[in-house]
Nanobody
Framework: QVQLVESGGGLVQAGGSLRLSCAASGRTFSSYGLGWFRQAPGKEREFVAAISWSGGRTVYADSVKGRFTISRVNAKNTVYLQMNSLKPEDTAVYYC?????????????????WGQGTQVTVSS
């Protein structure tokens, strides 16, 4: 397993942008599937985006397609989530997830490693 620490959250106006980062420990980071989830107050955690170990495959929730971009830099043990055209409904705690088995367990919400989360608040 890897340990994950998110950063980059904050308060932004609707239409603005934020970039979240997730730094991971562990020498095998480059072989992990990675992803982002979010949980708004009173709602269940939902999948946002995932990326394969090579970065060659990405998956997005319909609600963020065309606005969010997931990427990774294995040399830095870091995965990013660039969020553009933010909406008030994007307000949530965003969590990073990782699994050695690839993107399938990440997308399904069954990843073995999770970060503590970072708050994103979008004002209208």
């Amino acid at each position: 397993q890897v340990q994950l620490v998110e950063s980059g959250g904050g308060l932004v106006q609707a239409g603005g942008s934020l970039r979240l980062s997730c730094a991971a420990s562990g020498r095998t980071f480059s072989s992990y599937g990675l992803g982002w989830f979010r949980q708004a107050p009173g709602k269940e955690r939902e999948f946002v985006a995932a990326i394969s170990w090579s970065g060659g495959r990405t998956v997005y929730a319909d609600s963020v397609k065309g606005r969010f971009t997931i990427s990774r830099v294995n040399a830095k043990n870091t995965v990013y989530l660039q969020m553009n055209s933010l909406k008030p409904e994007d307000t949530a705690v965003y969590y990073c997830a990782a699994d050695a088995a690839g993107t399938t367990p990440v997308v399904s919400g069954n990843a073995r490693s999770w970060g503590q989360g970072t708050q994103v608040t979008v004002s209208s």
